[in-house]
């Protein structure tokens, strides 16, 4: 068995390893050390670089400068399959499984194009490697109707055949429940013992607390800080969180301290859901009796793991998608039969989570982005014709006022950040008579500047009044500024938790289907 | 008084609509593969203008036929291969040089035939039958069926292969994998650009086959824009198909009758509009897809261009 | 990181060009001539083939098409039908639709003015028939898009597909209605009735050239400050460059769908009016000048932009008007013009594709 204190020489250095992007520098001199029977930690915000480096190693991006060494020798990672062959295998994100094929099928990709894929064979291997580590699989299921979590599996087990020596998850819990998680972390342990390196990529400090041996963070693409193994084992658990906080942050990381806006005297509510049921289309599941209310001034929490249905509401109360039956009654006023438009003048608006997929149009400039959800209306259109003067006028003052970075705003709305550009989306969708505003993720994919401004602007919204639904599957985010919190699990509302001691955990419960 | 069910009548349809089929199932087929790896190819009309071009140029100096069905398939793949070229490796919009490469090469064969044959209109002596023994004897369809050029059979057998290849093979699985989740096959380590190039080319040499088989065994000689939206055909009997090569012998069983009514009626001398006649596979196509239009559905990656590390 | 980077070829159909100036405008007269130029010599090199002087052959084009003064007249009025069609065409590609059906809806809206007009002049005044006739034509033409639109627009079924069908579908119906139905009983010739040269639209001042070049330019300018200008055409160019934010923005995906489908197919059914009531004055059985699939490539090429789409629209007229002069002259097949612009395009894209991957590693 590995010592820790004695670790074996580094299956994989990676030396001054510099990545640059047009605009950024998304790793910046990296040097990181691999080796075999530790899970290595790389501890990151979003836009720390962590994919850009996973990217190099998985030979999908080629380092602009640096070297990487395997085996003690500089070696350049050309692709995919060079990784494989390598004994790198990874598990993204974002799965990367084809949905159509079965399990098998799955793991049977990438052999040899001429033969016949080696299904009994392949089964057996399987079992052999699954079974030790508590694995089961069913090889003949079509992968689009396993659970995230199953696929997940599904994919380090195919990593393993490939007989990795290194393997690297990349935000691997980010699908998973707590319980989910945990298991991960007790799988990560058993792989580690039979020797095997693990590279974990994670922005949640208290898994890296919890299953690293070693921990490595990054921050804005540089390398900031490292745990060793024996320091890590010397500290407790919150000595360690506290060091890494520091790592991360500079200092102690005071701006994202709990903050809960006080109610205003008027606290009635003001937008009411009432029992709404959604039907289910294709891969999104149905909603079923969603009844909530959110007062004024009140940020309602939707906690949950991702795809439970979140994405199925917001867009229900948006008009996007058209419920079954239910009522959506804002300020009194019911709201059935409204269409995109009619809901969101009369004062609810949706801030979509996926802000370049559907929130704005890339290639458009910055001036019309804002103002995507009030074409023809005056005063920028009169009688349809567009006035360009106008748009363009209010544009810059919304810019301003919103601290929008932007060359200017006739700069195709792609090519700025990912902050900027949802400060362009929270601009177009408070302006003019904002009642109610439903958040999805408003903090996925922002740096932490961004991250905290945007959590202040929801705070702000509240303070003025207005009823905020705030969807995140980030819990930390949820109890850092919501009243209330209620738990969305398979298209159903399973409990409401009020903010403030032991809620986090109560929150967890429900989310892994224990009553809270 | 000849009618609908004479027997010359039926024989004559039945043969004429295998005829027919044979271009429509060879596009079909070659085209099913492109789609199945995530590439739209529109090309494919351009693709068998060249084969049913250089076919005829090959049968006609060589006086071989299958030397012909040679050069077709190569022509086919040259075009393919070009279009590879842009439209898979460096991912240049698959529409817009999908109907460049149509335009050119009907513009560009009819170009050649002009200079070369216009003044002789060669024609290529009829095709050899091979009668398949015992089964040809049967009245009717037996000589319907079963009295074809040898190329006839193999093209009907490339179903099976088809399906063989989908269903067993490794090759099959990437395929798939390249239309559906390229990024999945890409991290698996086969490359999803050269997958794709292997599916582009043999849509090719299908088309190119195609294309020759119609000038050189349908027609007998090159006409230009002969194969007047045979490829098209393809493109829906391969939509249509979903990935199942039965389903595309099928369809252009039914597409080759529906064209073949024509020639058909005239041989039992019933007198039918060939405009009204030839707007029959057509309005078949536009029935289909308003029947099962929604479950037409396709690859998720269709048409789109693979960037490794883009999201 | 890389979102922004994406080739601007491959996927964006309505990328709003910045103004270009200076080296800018340089850089483009450059990727844009560059590629011409070749396809010229590459054009020239299937001409050498075949055993004709290329630059004999370019010499004629551009003298018959645009230096002797018939030529250029026939040129201007070949232009009036394809600008329709150019018009219709933009509509539809910068809303992200590809309506490949441009010639089945070009001819049954000439066989429906060449059908309608002889009998319209002798109840109506002039200009009122001409006018009805030419929006029977439209109406026509867009009702034969109707199919393709509902099934892209409530099915989701790809329209390329379904429009080339329609098409196919169109030219065989147009003949058979000039075949059975409207056929001109005074003549031996299957054709329609002829509309006198004198009931046409009128010529342009002292020459050969049709009114409807006018008419033409109107509706392509028109339709590029609708695209442009409007709050619909917004709606319709966020339809093409991203349908999910259209849906996000509250709009209604498939009515506009119908919509882009019905203008586009109007605008080409127009082309196929124009040209009748115009120039033409009849349809001959089995007419088709398949002007819809020849107009794609030169919409491409101008980038969906109107302005621009009016000079390549000239160009494609002088190469066809002259081509055909050619043809009589040089005995080279007037498709020796489809040719050519094909392999502008695809020079013209590669051209595009390296210019882009220069600007890239430029910026990195």
Redesign the interface.
């Known amino acids: 068995m590995l010592q820790p204190q004695q670790p074996a020489p580094p299956i994989i250095v990676l030396e001054g390893v510099t990545k640059?992007?047009?605009?950024?520098v998304?790793n910046d001199r990296v040097d990181l050390a691999i080796r075999a029977g530790e899970v290595h930690v790389l501890l990151g915000e979003n836009g720390a670089g962590k994919s850009?480096l996973i990217?190099m190693l998985?030979g999908?991006?080629q380092p602009d400068g640096g070297r990487i060494l395997i085996d003690g020798k500089e070696i350049a990672i050309r692709?995919?399959?060079h990784a494989?062959?390598l004994g790198i295998g990874?598990v993204?994100q974002h799965n990367?499984?084809?949905?159509?094929?079965t399990v098998a099928?799955?793991l049977?990709?990438?052999?040899?194009?001429?033969?016949?894929?080696k299904i009994a064979e392949l089964s057996v291997r399987v079992a052999e490697i699954a079974r030790p580590l508590g694995i089961e699989i069913n090889l003949s299921a079509q992968v689009s109707e396993l659970s995230l979590g199953e696929q997940q599996q599904v994919e380090i087990v195919?990593a393993l055949l490939r007989d990795s020596r290194v393997l690297i998850l990349d935000e691997a819990t980010s699908m998973l429940t707590p319980q989910g998680a945990a298991e991960l972390g007790a799988l990560m342990r058993r792989l580690v013992e039979r020797g095997l390196a693990v590279v974990f990529i994670t922005h949640k400090l208290g898994e890296a607390a919890d299953f690293g041996d070693r921990v490595s963070v990054l921050k804005l693409g540089r390398k900031v800080g490292d745990i060793a193994p024996e320091r890590l084992g010397a500290l407790g658990r919150e000595a360690l969180v506290d060091e890494i906080v520091t790592l991360m942050f500079g200092r102690q990381a005071d701006g994202d301290a709990v903050s809960i806006p006080p109610r205003a005297a008027n606290d009635d509510t003001l937008l009411e859901v009432r029992d709404l049921n959604v039907a289910s289309v294709s891969d999104a599941p149905a909603l079923e009796a969603i009844s909530f209310k959110v007062g004024r001034g009140e940020i309602l929490g939707i906690a949950g793991i991702d795809g439970n249905g979140q994405k199925q509401l917001a867009e229900a109360l948006a008009?996007?998608l058209s419920a079954s039956s239910g009522s959506v009654i804002l300020a009194g006023e019911r709201f059935d039969g409204l269409?995109?438009?009619g809901r969101?003048r009369k004062g609810l608006r949706y801030l979509?989570d996926?802000r370049?997929?559907?929130?704005?149009?890339?290639?458009?400039?910055v001036s019309?982005n804002y103002f995507?959800?009030q074409?023809?209306d005056p005063p920028l259109?009169r009688s349809?014709?567009?006035r360009t003067r106008e748009i363009e006028g209010r544009a810059r003052e919304l810019t301003r006022q919103f601290d929008v970075r932007t060359p200017g705003v006739?700069t195709?709305i792609?090519?700025l950040s990912g902050g900027n550009i949802q400060k362009v989306l929270i601009a177009r969708e408070l302006a003019d008579g904002a009642q109610a505003v439903i958040f999805n993720k408003p903090t996925y994919g922002l740096d932490l500047a961004n991250t905290l401004a945007t959590r202040q602007r929801i705070r702000d919204i509240a303070g003025q009044g207005l009823a905020v639904l705030l969807i995140s599957t980030d819990l930390e985010e949820l109890l850092s500024m919501c009243h209330r919190i209620a738990v969305i699990s398979q298209g159903r509302i399973v409990g409401t938790v009020e903010n403030g001691e032991g809620a986090g955990e109560r929150v967890g419960r429900l989310m892994i289907g224990l009553a809270a | 008084m000849s009618g609908f069910l004479s027997d010359t009548f039926l024989a004559a349809l039945l043969f004429g609509a295998v005829t027919a089929a044979i271009p429509l199932l060879l596009a079909g087929l070659g085209e099913q593969m492109s789609e199945k790896a995530g590439v739209l190819n529109i090309g494919i009309e351009g693709m068998m203008i060249t084969g049913a071009y250089l076919g005829f140029v090959g049968a006609y100096y060589s006086e071989s036929l299958w030397l012909g069905f040679l050069t077709g398939a190569v022509g086919g793949i040259a075009v393919a291969a070009l279009m590879a070229l842009l439209c898979v490796r460096i991912g240049l919009n698959q529409i817009v040089i999908g109907i460049a490469l149509t335009l050119g090469l009907e513009g560009l064969t009819a170009i050649l035939h002009h200079f070369q044959f216009s003044r002789s209109y060669p024609r290529l002596p009829a095709a050899e039958v091979t009668a398949i023994p015992f089964l040809s004897d049967i009245p009717v369809l037996g000589p319907a069926l079963f009295r074809h050029h040898l190329i006839v059979y193999l093209a009907v057998a490339m179903v099976v292969v088809m399906v063989w290849v989908y269903r067993r093979t490794q090759l099959g699985l990437n395929l798939q994998a390249a239309g559906d989740k390229p990024a999945a096959l890409d991290v698996a380590g086969i490359d999803v650009i050269r997958t794709r190039t292997v599916a582009v080319l043999f849509t090719g040499g299908m088309a190119g086959l195609g294309g020759a088989y119609l000038a050189n065994v349908g027609a007998g000689l090159f006409i230009p824009f002969i194969t007047n939206g045979a490829g098209f055909l393809g493109i829906v009997l391969a939509m249509l198909a979903r990935g199942r090569p039965l389903w595309v012998l099928i369809g252009a069983l039914i597409f080759g009758a529906s064209l073949s009514l024509t020639t058909a009626a005239q041989v039992a001398g019933i007198n039918i509009p060939t405009d009204l006649i030839q707007m029959l596979p057509f309005l078949a196509v536009m029935a289909m897809l308003v029947l099962f239009g929604r479950r037409a559905s396709l690859p998720a990656a269709l048409g789109i261009p693979y960037e490794r590390g883009a999201r | 990181m890389t979102d922004n980077t994406s080739p601007a070829t491959s996927r964006a159909v309505d990328v709003v060009a910045a103004e270009p100036v200076g080296r800018e405008i340089g850089r483009r007269l450059l990727i844009t001539l560059g590629p011409i130029l070749i396809s010229l010599v590459l054009a020239g090199g299937v001409l050498v083939a075949v055993g004709v002087d290329p630059l004999a052959y370019y010499g004629l084009v551009v003298e018959r098409g645009l230096l002797s003064p018939l030529g250029l007249q026939q040129t201007l009025t070949r232009m009036a039908p394809l600008l329709f069609i150019a018009a219709g065409l933009i509509v539809a590609f910068r809303a992200g639709m590809w309506n490949l059906g441009g010639d089945g809806q070009f001819l049954l809206g000439a066989v429906s003015a060449a059908a309608s007009a002889p009998f319209l002049v002798q109840a109506l005044p002039g200009w009122l028939a001409l006018f009805a006739a030419f929006l029977i034509a439209t109406a026509v033409a867009m009702v034969w898009s109707l199919v393709p639109a509902l099934l892209r627009a409530y099915q989701g079924v790809n329209e390329i597909i379904t429009t080339l069908m329609m098409s196919f579908l169109g030219v065989s119906l147009a003949n058979v209605l000039v075949k059975l139905v409207f056929l001109d009983p005074g003549t031996t010739v299957p054709q329609t009735r002829t509309l006198a040269v004198a009931d046409r639209l009128p010529r342009l001042f002292e020459t050969t050239i049709t009114s409807g070049l006018v008419f033409g330019l109107v509706a392509i300018v028109v339709v590029h400050l609708m695209m442009t200008r409007t709050a619909f055409g917004l709606r319709l160019r966020i339809v093409g460059a991203n349908p999910r934010a259209a849906v996000h923005a509250g709009l209604d995906v498939p009515l506009l769908t119908v919509a882009v489908f019905a203008i586009s197919a109007g605008l080409v059914g127009m082309g196929g009016a124009i040209d009748i009531i115009g120039i033409q004055g009849n349809v001959r059985a089995d007419w088709n000048p398949a002007y819809g699939l020849a107009v794609i490539p030169v919409v491409f090429l101008a980038r969906m932009n109107g302005f621009a789409a009016i000079g390549f629209v000239f160009l494609l007229s002088v190469l066809s008007i002259g081509g055909e002069s050619a043809a009589r002259r040089l005995g080279v097949p007037q498709h020796f013009t489809l040719v050519l612009i094909s392999i502008v395009l695809i020079t013209l894209a590669i051209a595009e594709y390296l210019d882009n991957r220069l600007n890239q590693a430029r910026r990195a």
């Open positions: 640059r992007f047009p605009g950024i998304a850009t990217g998985s999908l991006q692709s995919p399959s494989l062959s990874t993204f990367m499984l084809v949905p159509t094929l099928e799955n049977a990709l990438g052999g040899p194009w001429w033969q016949r894929p195919r008009g996007q269409d995109v438009g969101r979509t996926d370049l997929g559907e929130g704005t149009v890339g290639t458009f400039p019309i995507l959800k074409i023809g259109w349809g014709m567009e006739a195709p792609g090519r």
